[in-house]
């Protein structure tokens, strides 16, 4: 009787053979539609055009590396490449900076206004982007017009647009991972002798790396793969990646071989940066939620 008792305490958190296989199937579905396209781009940068045009054939043939080479001289990628990475790089080091400073001092200090400023933050993610074009667009106009500063059709202005997107959502996440951190941390640097920035630098930035990381990845991928701000706010001068992957459509033809190509070479930096900092962005984004 007692192995019969073991066996219906523990049958109702056994897992059925039934419940296995559905996660399987389930898991294995997903895993295809996230891999079939993929696997589309792949074969179809490697076909020369002639057989990207017509039908789509699952198991490729007459393969080559034409298109990974004639990517870089049917339109300037390396051009385009260099701006993305200025423009995502640099919005990236501002936003960071900047969002760890105002973050520490919400989180460390009480001021007049404190609530004020982070409902502020919040609610500027609710608005869409498309909504700002036009202010932004004008703004920048006048200030060309009126100081000489060419904000419009610069990567300077870029960089300013995407840090209005940026900037709000990393210093409210910043916010509640630099209230995880004890204050006593701050206030023993304190006791030592360090000021408030040595503090915060010594101490709090070290502590609050993947919190930093995850911020860092999101303003740099919300930069990088932006499209609609990069096709009005720049020039043929400053065009980035996500804008100029438009060039390989000519009048007469689209490259897609080289197409296909192009948008691989161009997300290896999104993806190996994910790989390599996964880690922290997993723990920079679950640390400070129950705050």
Request: one cysteine or more; a positive charge.
């Amino acid at each position: 009787m007692s192995s019969t008792s073991v066996t219906r305490r523990r049958s109702p958190n056994a897992d059925p053979r039934s419940l296995v296989w559905t996660r399987r199937v389930v898991l294995t579905l997903l895993a295809l539609f996230a891999l079939v396209p993929v696997y589309v781009m792949i074969t179809s940068s490697l076909k020369p055009l002639r057989y990207v045009s017509g039908k789509f054939h699952w198991i490729p043939s007459g393969l080559t590396i034409r298109p990974y080479i004639d990517i870089w001289t049917t339109v300037p990628l390396a051009k385009y490449f260099v701006n993305s990475l200025i423009v995502a790089g640099t919005a990236t080091v501002c936003s960071v900076v900047i969002a760890i400073l105002s973050a520490y001092a919400v989180s460390r200090y009480d001021f007049r206004g404190k609530r004020v400023f982070t409902v502020t933050v919040l609610s500027t993610q609710m608005f869409p982007g498309i909504l700002f074009l036009l202010p932004l667009f004008l703004i920048f106009v006048n200030i060309g017009e009126s100081t000489g500063i060419a904000l419009f059709g610069s990567r300077g202005g870029l960089i300013l647009t995407y840090l209005t997107f940026s900037l709000p959502f990393s210093i409210w996440m910043l916010i509640g991972y630099l209230e995880s951190i004890p204050k006593e941390l701050d206030e023993a640097a304190l006791v030592d002798g360090c000021g408030p920035l040595g503090a915060l630098f010594r101490i709090v930035v070290p502590a609050a790396v993947p919190g930093i990381v995850a911020v860092a990845v999101y303003a740099f991928m919300t930069a990088w793969g932006e499209v609609l701000f990069a096709s009005i706010m720049t020039n043929d001068t400053t065009r980035t990646l996500a804008v100029g992957l438009q060039a390989y459509a000519s009048e007469n033809n689209v490259y897609w071989n080289q197409v296909m190509a192009a948008s691989l070479v161009v997300s290896v930096p999104v993806v190996a940066g994910f790989l390599l900092l996964q880690r922290y962005l997993v723990a920079g984004l679950t640390a400070g939620a129950v705050k």
